[in-house]
C-alpha cells in the first residue's frame, strides 16, 4: 500500500501484537467484571486475566527484540521500542501483583481499573514507540486520560475525586501547550513525520527561528507538565495524594518513564538539530527541579507527598541527561530509568501492604514497623536508600553511570547541583528509615505477615534492587543497546 | 487572498483569551470551556500550516480532526469528575475544594 | 420595559439584550470594514476574515468575563460557530462541518448540562477568583511574544489550496489508520471515566441498601 505521497507503507500488524494484545486483554477484563455473576467468577479471576495478559505481551514484545522496523510511517519498532515494552509490562505486572488486594478493598469499578491499567500500558508502549507526531499526541492522551481516570477511583476517599480534577483541568491546559507547540514545529517543518522534522530542521531556518523557539518552549512546557519538572510539578503532590496507592505508584513510574521515552525520541531525533534552541530550557529545568524537588520533600508528613517530592527530584536528576545528549548520555538516563522504576516500585508495592494492614499512610505512623515487620521494614529500607543512591544497591549503579556519562558530555556544573541534591535527599529518606528502627510501635505491637503474593511482589523487588546493585552489567548492556537504536550510524 | 500571518495571529489571541479564562476563572465547568478556547486556537493553528505551508501531505488537518476529537472526549469525562465531586461537596469551584493543599 | 412584553422574561430578556449588545458592537466593525472594503484596502476575503474574527475574538472574551454562566456558555457557541467560519475562510468544509457538529451540537449541550446540574438555578451567577489582574497581565504577556514571534517570521507569501474531500479520507483512513484505532480506544476510556464517575452515587446507594438489608 502506498501513502498519499507515494510512500511504502508497510502495514504488518503483527508488529503491534503487544498492543493488540494488552487492548484485547482490556476487553477481555471488562467483560469478565461485567458477567462475573452470571458466570460465577469472583474479584480474583480479573488481576489473573491482567497478568496474563500482560505476560503475553511481554512475550510478544521479546519477539522483536532484534528488528528494526516501522508500521505505516507511523510506529518504529526496535530495540529502544522493546526497551520500553518490556519495561512497562513488568511494572504493571509486579503492580497488579503487589497491589491485588489492595485493588480489592480500595478502588472503585476494579474491572475498570485493570482495563485502564492495560490501555494506559499500551498508549505508553506507543509513546516510546511513535514516530509521527499525530501517534505520539494520541499516545499521551490515552496515557493522560487513563491516569486521570484512575486518580479518581479512589473508593470512600473524598480526596480522590477532588485529585482528579485538579489533575484533568491542569492536564487539558498541559495538552493545550503541548499541541500549540506540535502546531509550531510542524508549520516550521512542514511534515509530522520524525525524519523530515529533523530534515527540515537541519536546514536554514532563520526565516521562522522565533516561532521555532516559540514552538520548542511549549513543547518543553507541557512535557515538563507530565514529567512533572519545576516549575510544572504543582499537580504532583495533589494527584499523588489523593490517587489509590497502586495508581500513584503507576504515575511515578509508567507516566515518567513513558514522557522519558517521548523526550529521548523527539530531542535525539527530529529536535535534534535545533540543539541550540532547547539546551538551556532543559538545564534550567533540570537545575530547578533538582533543587526545589529535593528542598521541598524536607517538609513532607504523608509517605506518598514524600515520594512524591522525591520522584519530582529523581526527574531532575533525569533530566540532565537530556542536556548533554548523546548516544552514551541517553544509555546512562535508560539504565537509571530501569533502576529508578524497580526502586520505586519496591518502596510503593511496602507502602501498600503496609497500608492493607493499618489503613494509614503518615509518616509517623510508620514508628516501630522494624518490630512489627521486620522485613517489610528491609524491603522498604532498601528501597530508601537505593533511592537515595547509596552504594551496593541499584540506585547507586544506575546513579553513578548516569553521573559519569553527564561528566562526560562536559556539563560538571549540573553534576555538581547533582550530587548535593542528592545527599540532601539522604536526608528525608532517614527520616522514614528512623521511625522504622529507632521508635517503638504505637499501639498494637503484634507481629504480622504479608500475604503470598506481597511476599512474591516485594521479594523480587527486593533481589532485583540487591543483585542489580552488585552486578549491573545486564541492565547497563540492555540499556545502552537500546539507546543505540536512537542514533542509528548513518 | 488572505495572508497567513491573519490566521496565526487569530489564534494565538484565541490561545490567549483560554488561558486569561483559565488563570482566573474558579468554576470548574468555566475553566473547561476556556480550554476549548485554547484548543480552538491549536486547531487553527493546525489547519492553517496545512493548508498554506503542507499542501500536499495536509497531515495537519488530520491533526485538527484528532485535536476536535479529543477535546470532545475531555470535556466528556471531566464533566464526569466535576458531577461527582459536586455530588460530594456541593461546589463545582476548584478553590473550595482544597482539602488537600496545592 | 421588558416586563411590558408579552413574553416569558427570563429568556427573551437574554435575546433581546443579547441582540442589542451584538447590534451595538457589530454595526462600527461592520462600517469600517465596509469603508475599507469600499476603498480598496481589504479584499473580500478578508473582509470575511475581519468579520469572523471579531465575532469570534468577541465570543472569546464573553466566555471568559460574564458573571453569568449560562450567558458564558451561549458566547462559547458563537466563538465556536466564528472558528467553523474560519475554516471554511482556510478552504477546508469538511472540518467546519465536524466543528459544528461535535462543538455545537455536542459539547456546548453537554457543558450546559453539567451548568445545570451544579448550579440548579434561574440565573447561575459566579464570582470569579482575586488573582483577575495577575491572569490578565500572564494572558497579555503570552499574547503579545506570539503575535511577535508569529509576525517576525517570513513565512513566504504560500497559497492555500483546497484539499479533495476523497484525498481527505484516504489520508484519514488510509495513512493514518492506525490513529483512528487509537482515538477509538480514547473515547472508550474517555466514556468509561464519565461513567465511573457519574455512576458512583447508584453503586454507593445500592451498596448500603445491600448492607441495611
Known sequence: MTDILGNDLNMQYSLLLPEILLGVTAFLVVFADLFSKELKIGYRLLPLITVAGLVAALAASLIWADTTSD???LVTVDSFTTFFRVLFCIVAIVLVIGAHEYIEAHVNHPGEFFALLLLSTAGASFMAGAQDLLTAYLAVEVLSFSLYIAVSLGRNDPRSGEAALKYVLLGGVASAFLLYGLSFIYGVAGSTQYADISAALGGDLSDVR?????????????????????????WTPDAYEGAPIPVTAYLSATSKAATFALLLRWFSGPLLPAIDEWQWMIAVLATATMVLGNLVALQQRNIKRLLAYSSIAQVG?????????SQITAGGLLAHLGGYLITNLAVFVAVIHFYNRTGKEEITDFKGLAQTNPYLALVMTAGLFSLAGMPLLVGFFTKFILFQTVVEADFLWLVVVAVVASTVSLYYYLQVIKQMYLYQPDGDATRWRLTPTGYLSTGALLAAVVVLGLWGTPLYEVADKAAAALFPVA | MIPIENFLVLSGLLFAIGLFGVLSRRSAILILMSVELMLAGVAINFITFASYRDTEAFSGLVFALFVITVAAAEVGLALGIVLRLFRERRTANVDEASSLKW | MFDRLPLPSQFDRTIISGGTVLALGATPVLVVLAALLVVDRISAPEFVFFLAASVLLAGAAGVVLMKNIVHAALCLVVTLLGVAAIYLLLLTEFLALVQVLVYGGGVVILLLFGLMMTNAQDDPVVTDGSQKPFAFGVAALIAGVF???VLDAHWGSPEASIVPFR?????????????VVIVAVLLDIAFTGAFVNARRAEADSAARGEARS
Open chain 3, 167 to 179: 484525498d481527505f479520507g484516504a489520508r484519514l483512513f488510509r495513512d493514518f489508520s492506525l490513529p
Open chain 1, 317 to 325: 536528576f533525569m533530566l540532565m541527561a537530556l542536556v548533554g545528549i
Open chain 3, 147 to 149: 503575535i511577535a514571534l
Open chain 1, 71 to 73: 508500521f505505516a510511517m
Open chain 1, 210 to 234: 522565533g516561532s521555532l523557539v516559540l514552538g520548542l518552549v511549549l513543547i518543553v512546557a507541557g512535557l515538563g507538565f507530565k514529567a512533572s519538572a519545576v516549575p510544572f510539578h504543582m
